[in-house]
Structures are given as structure tokens and as C-alpha cells.
């Protein structure tokens, strides 16, 4: 059974910093590709960041240059470091295996003031 836990949220002011884990179990995590998605109230969830096995990357446009995705097949663990957070930035966070709705974290939330 995969699993996904996800620990990092919080309140930060804008312009700060977070950095959001997610550790999976339960499946040979390095082969598969990983997502970090939002959803902030009233909106639909949308997909932030990717990771392919191989390291790449891809990104939302308004995160570009401000969040980076990366993994430790070591550890079984993909991050999101988010810097210079704005308050439209405010939602809550999932990690996704795989990109596909069959394996979600429990979702952490991110709460940027202003």
C-alpha cells in the first residue's frame, strides 16, 4: 500500500520561506515521478511542481524562479522549497505519486500574510 506523508506547512509572512516534505512507503519510490499540487478555497487544485525519476523538472509559471522541487531516493522523500511566498500562494499542499489520482498525501496547508 502506498503512503505519503507530508509535513511543513505553516503561517509565514509574505516574503518568507518554507519548505514542505512528503515521504512515501510502500513503493520503489526512485522510478516514479512526483507532484506537489494546491488548492487553494473556492478554487480547483492545480499542479505546482514535478519531478521525474531523473531529476527533471518542470514548474506552474507563478512559482518559476520562487519554488523548487527535488527528491532524495535515499530517503524516500520529494521537498518543495518555497521562497519569496506571496499571499496568493495560500492553499493547501499535496504530493502526488505517480500524477495520477490514485495516490494523494493527507494535504498540509500554507498560509501567507500580508
Known amino acids: 500500500q502506498v503512503q505519503l506523508v507530508e509535513s511543513g506547512g505553516g503561517l509565514v509572512q509574505a516574503g518568507g520561506s518554507l519548505r514542505l516534505s512528503c515521504v512515501v512507503s510502500g513503493t520503489i519510490f526512485r522510478i516514479i515521478t512526483m507532484g506537489w499540487y494546491r488548492q487553494a478555497p473556492g478554487k480547483q487544485r492545480e499542479l505546482v511542481a514535478t519531478?521525474?525519476?531523473?531529476?527533471?523538472?518542470n514548474y506552474l509559471d507563478s512559482v518559476k524562479g520562487r519554488f523548487t522541487i527535488s527528491r532524495d531516493n535515499v530517503k524516500d522523500t520529494v521537498y518543495l522549497q518555497m521562497n519569496s511566498l506571496k499571499p496568493e500562494d495560500t492553499a493547501v499542499y499535496y504530493c502526488n505519486y505517480g500524477l495520477t489520482d490514485n495516490y494523494w498525501g493527507q494535504g498540509t496547508q500554507v498560509t501567507v500574510s500580508s
Open positions: 519531478i521525474t525519476s531523473s531529476g527533471n523538472t
